[in-house]
């Protein structure tokens, strides 16, 4: 036919243009109905996901994860300075915890983190120097199954509460966590007056652990707090705000008796919080990150 009108070759042309056509539409179709059907029984195909997040379940790496930026947090809220420390509980092996090699907060990284065992010694030390008080750690995750993390810091506004006999208490909402008087640790009742205030043994540990009891917050003498928390969150969320309360305590007894919170009120308003630690976590890691880039 096409010859017919002057166009040889042009049959066979569009015969191959159909035939290309056809090929196609019979591979997108084949796909689509792959995409769709159900996976065969046995199959390991695993579809990755979007997004670089990590996984929503807990585990012991995203644990670490979050321990080197609960790290640059605090010192980025200056909770700590180049002193001080935050641990993690094992989630695989709950008598094991994670925490820093000897290291400024500020400049923690994954690879700075070691395990240490019940005994609060190094599982794989890999010529890595451990803080002299990680005995803090390690007696309090024995005495307390429930802490799952701890933040010991060194704040000047909080060490004067543990030297004179002014308790610290709640005087705002959001440390609605401390007790009606936060209990305080005094190393020469165990040490003796020739003591190197550092809690730097096991059984420093375990008074230390003696004297929080089933509190949030313990005071160390001339030395500075322990705070615990069951996630690495609320334990970050909790320093931060027993140094601002106490500051404002401070400020406070300066014009006169405070009203604090009751033991009502405080607990309220904590059980409000707790359902709130994620709002200030998410802008502390964006001033943290900030801060590294600065660096």
Known sequence: MFRKYGCPGLGRRALVLLSISLFIAASVLAMAAQATAPAKAGSTSVVAPQTGSLPSADSDEKR???????????????????????????????????????????????????????????????????????????????ARPDVQAIVHSHSPAVIPFGATNVPLRPIMHMAGFLPQA??????????????GILVSNRQLGVALAQALGKSPVVLMRGHGAAVVGPTIRIAVFRAFYTQVNAQIESEALKLGPPVFLNSMEAANVEKTLRGLVNRAWEIWVEHANASVVKR
């Not at 820093?100 to 005994?119: C, G, H, W, Y």
């Not at 936060?182 to 003591?195: H, K, Q, S």
């Open 64 to 142: 670490i994860q979050e321990l080197v930026t609960g790290n640059h947090i605090i010192a980025d809220q200056g909770v700590v300075d180049g002193f001080g420390h935050m641990s993690v509980r094992s989630l695989k092996n709950p008598s094991h915890f994670y925490l820093s090699q000897s290291k400024a907060p500020a400049l923690v990284t994954r690879e700075d983190i070691m395990e240490f065992d019940e005994n609060s010694e190094p599982v794989d030390a890999r010529g890595r120097t451990p803080y002299v008080e990680r005995y803090i750690h390690g007696e309090i995750y024995r």
């Open 182 to 195: 936060t209990p305080i640790f005094e190393i020469r009742a165990v040490a003796g007056d020739d003591n």
